[in-house]
């Protein structure tokens, strides 16, 4: 079933079918809540929280967009500070899928000066797959970066390992640095990594619990955050430890690497998260 409940004035899609539960809220057009049948919460939300209009929900499936980082305000780009549409659910047995919409607005041009139509689809069973196309409906060409920046449940930053990432990242932690990848990250302080030759596929160990499959397409790197505990201090909307339990990794077509659409072109970004025991 697809009902739409409200948290503190923002809308929740609420989706509850045999093979997983899931909730996605309009405001960013933001899944905050992913879990399969039998599995632990496979998203990690921060229990700190904000749901405010004004902001961006800590936590979840933030989508990035139109472009990745500080490169300009909002930080992470408008697309996940507006309202999207609900356009479409459909249910069938391996699970539901749910569309929604972001186009242009008054507001969005004041930031971005360009038109266009993003659909976001999210494909709900036992795995998660989540879909970002953008569209070019202006008589210009215009150029764009973004991410599907999920935040991942980990039962201790301390055991977890990701590997699979590509080889050479730029270390955002030492202002761009290139190093050469390693085989396995673990963690021991602030990681924030934005690898440039991607593989498909991204492995998540969590610790004892299970693995965690983060497939990607239409991205350009794959970046990995977890911002320890003296950013976790300085946020308030992350409790103090609460770096312990979470990993970001991230579908991203990188501002450093954007991607141009001509009029009536389109681009699709996306990321699919299964878990095995
Ligand atoms: O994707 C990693 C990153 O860009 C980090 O540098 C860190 O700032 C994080 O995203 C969160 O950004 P936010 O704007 O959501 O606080």
């Keep these: 079933a ?7 004035g923002i809308k929740i ?8 539960e899931a909730g996605i809220s309009l405001h960013g057009g933001h899944l905050v809540w992913f879990k399969p049948k039998g599995e632990d919460d496979v998203i990690w939300l921060s229990e700190k929280a904000e749901f405010d209009t004004a902001k961006a929900i800590r936590g979840g499936i933030p989508v990035c967009w139109p472009w990745f980082g500080k490169a300009a305000a909002p930080s992470h780009g408008f697309a996940r500070n507006s309202e999207w549409t609900l356009k479409e659910h459909r249910e069938n047995d391996n699970g539901v899928i749910v569309a929604l919409t972001l186009e242009d607005s008054e507001a969005t041009r004041a930031v971005w000066p360009h038109k266009f139509s993003n659909v976001l689809t999210f494909e709900i069973g036992t795995t998660l797959k989540v879909s970002l196309t953008s569209t070019n409906t202006d008589n210009t060409e215009w150029s764009f970066s973004g991410a599907l920046h999920t935040y991942f449940n980990v039962e201790s930053i301390h055991g977890t390992t990701i590997s699979q990432m590509g080889g050479e990242y730029q270390d955002s932690t030492q202002a761009g640095k290139i190093c050469q990848g390693g085989e396995e990250l673990s963690f021991e302080g602030e990681v924030d990594r934005v690898y440039t030759q991607p593989e498909p596929t991204v492995m998540i160990q969590d610790h004892q619990r299970r693995q965690i499959a983060v497939t990607n397409s239409g991205h350009n790197a794959a970046v990995i955050w977890n911002p320890w505990q003296e950013l976790s201090i300085s946020m308030t909307d992350m409790a103090d430890d609460s770096f312990e339990t979470m990993v970001c990794v991230e579908s991203t077509i990188h501002n450093s690497n954007s991607i141009t659409l001509a009029p009536g072109e389109s681009h699709t970004l996306t990321t699919e998260v299964s878990v095995k025991r």
């Design 2 to 8: 697809v009902t739409i409940c409200e948290h503190q």
């Design 13 to 20: 899609v609420r989706i509850s079918h045999d093979q997983a």
